[in-house]
């Protein structure tokens, strides 16, 4: 179990979860729905630049874990809570001003253009449809009209996810089974059969894509998160909403050439 534990002996801030803790079982310090982080040191910029972790995709999980104080368990983090978690960590790092380039839809020139990171809104849960206060949901197939569960996913299934992938893969390198096990982490029962084996059967031979397209589309509705869409104002007085920021090397390097 992964854990970070850190003394606060730098100046710290108290990040709110877009979940506000409510997903989180009784217990658990996530369950506050605040969690305390540290500002960024030079430590954390070893982190950035190590080799070792860029290439095996962990360099941001290694970052977090690193600047979070509160004493968790950071595999239990919801991915909408570790999105406001990871932008609060850039605020507090670098600033709320972030520059990217983006091509112009007009022109199609690249441009330089910025985004003030406190303007991203968090999208907080809904409780009303929460199951018994815990991280489960009701929905129903709108063509077949079975009757599902399924939970919000967190950095421990993230992993179990990735591992899986990276498994397949060396069994079949042309495979691409990544929306089909995605949702046999996310669903958690079938007609109220709880059972692994019903669910990943259902996924793979009885789930018809606009049923799989309608439960992605609710998932990404009522998942607590930050929300990185902004509407961009180019030099010319343009603009172009919605756009989704992209999060990249410069995220963390406000500095590197653009």
Do not use: C
């Not at 520059?99 to 849960?125: N, Q, W």
């Not at 019903?198 to 009885?206: G, H, L, P, Q």
């Not at 607590?224 to 180019?234: R, S, T, Y």
């Amino acid at each position: 179990m992964e854990q970070t534990q850190q003394k606060p002996q730098f100046p710290s801030e108290e990040v709110t979860l877009p979940s506000k803790g409510l997903l989180y079982p009784e217990g658990s310090p996530l369950r506050s729905g605040v969690i305390e982080m540290k500002y960024m040191t030079a430590r954390e910029e070893d982190i950035l630049t190590n080799q070792n972790y860029i290439e095996n995709g962990t360099v941001i999980d290694k970052l977090l874990q690193s600047l979070i104080i509160t004493d968790i368990n950071y595999n239990d983090l919801l991915i909408g809570d570790k999105n406001a978690v990871l932008v609060a960590s850039r605020i507090l790092g670098y600033g709320a001003e972030y520059s990217f380039k983006l091509s112009h839809p007009k022109t199609g020139e690249m441009e330089v253009v910025s985004v003030d990171l406190t303007k991203a809104e968090d999208r907080y849960i809904d409780e009303s449809i929460m199951i018994k206060g815990k991280n489960e949901f009701e929905f129903t197939l709108p063509t077949t009209k079975i009757n599902i569960t399924f939970k919000l996913l967190t950095q421990e299934d993230e992993k179990k996810i990735n591992n899986e992938l990276k498994g397949l893969k060396k069994i079949n390198k042309k495979a691409s089974p990544e929306l089909t096990t995605r949702l046999k982490y996310l669903i958690q029962s079938v007609n109220g059969d709880y059972e692994k084996k019903t669910i990943r059967e259902f996924v793979d031979n009885n789930l018809l894509a606009r049923d799989a397209r309608a439960l992605r589309e609710y998932v990404r509705s009522i998942q607590p998160d930050i929300d990185l869409e902004f509407n961009i104002e180019f030099e010319d007085g343009h603009i172009q909403k919605n756009v989704t920021i992209p999060i990249n090397a410069s995220f963390f390097w406000p500095d590197a050439e653009l």
